[in-house]
């Protein structure tokens, strides 16, 4: 059974870093990515890697900002969030796929974490 279980969100301030994690298992993956939903918004992607690494993918909103990477021992995937801005509250979500690109269409991805909340306050 594929599960991805996110963990991490919090409430910060305007500047401050967070890290989030997610947890895969049940299969092995191509690429996994990080999505977020603003409240009233569609969601949105964020960025994205292959499962081996070396090909990432940004947002232009948070480029320069956000990391994506795995942890290839805890098989964690891991987004490192710095200089946080109200704008990027929303709930933040993991996907991976079968595919070995780093893929940012929501469609793109058959399996989902459940989400964990960000909030940043100015």
């Known amino acids: 059974q594929v599960q991805l279980v996110e963990s991490g969100g919090g409430l910060v301030q305007a500047g401050d870093s967070l890290r989030l994690s997610c947890e895969a298992s049940?299969?092995?993956?191509?690429?996994y990515a990080w999505f977020r939903q603003a409240p009233g918004k569609e969601r949105e992607f964020v960025a994205a890697n292959t499962w081996r690494g070396g090909k990432q993918r940004y947002a232009d909103s948070v480029k320069g900002r956000f990391t994506i990477f795995r942890n290839n021992v805890k098989n964690t995937l891991t987004l490192q969030m710095n200089s946080l801005q109200p704008e990027d509250t929303g709930v933040y979500y993991c996907a991976a796929a079968p595919d070995s690109l780093p893929l940012t269409g929501e469609s793109d991805y058959r399996y989902w974490g459940q989400g964990t909340q960000v909030t940043v306050s100015s």
């Open positions: 049940g299969r092995t993956f191509g690429s």
